[in-house]
């Protein structure tokens, strides 16, 4: 199975059910209005047979210096907050979980995030669960100190 990766447009969401209730509502309810509000962009891959199997969302943020990690803080000015990329949301459907398609999101807005003009030093998550925060450790994003449910990786 492949997949294209592109902007949410009038993609069918109605069948989206990837096994939290709040995400599926989020994507089917509330992720256009977020894009036209502008607070956030959202990304869908799209299967061979144009069935919607995932999405994601970004959008600026900031992190405060103390939360850095002492070895990413020692190599930077002390900036009180530094520019972040929030990936806000991301989540594949039941039918497309393990094939590596929650992986290879992640590394597509590891890479949007790279190329865009608007900088960030670093990429933010706010994992649902420890099983999440699991799943994005395996990506390489390790959670800040005191906030096991919240990752960082640098861009
Ligand atoms: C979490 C989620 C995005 C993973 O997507 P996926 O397409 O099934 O993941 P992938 O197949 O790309 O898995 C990539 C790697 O992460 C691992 N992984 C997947 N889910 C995991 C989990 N819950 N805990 C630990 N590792 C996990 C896979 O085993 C794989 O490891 P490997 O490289 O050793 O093979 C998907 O299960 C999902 O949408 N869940 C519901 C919503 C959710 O929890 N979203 C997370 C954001 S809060």
Redesign the pocket.
Known sequence: MSYRIELLADHDRRNFS???IA?DRYFREQATQDVRRRLATCFVAVSDEDEVA?FYTLAATSLAFDRLAPEDAKKLPRYPVVPAILLG????ALA?????????LVADAISRSIRSDIVGYAML?????A??A??YQ??GFRSLPDSPLRLVRRL
């Open positions: 990837c096994g939290s995400l995932g949301r991301l989540a594949t497309h979980q393990g094939k590596r398609l929650g992986a290879s998550v706010d994992a649902k669960d099983k999440a699991a799943f395996k990506l």
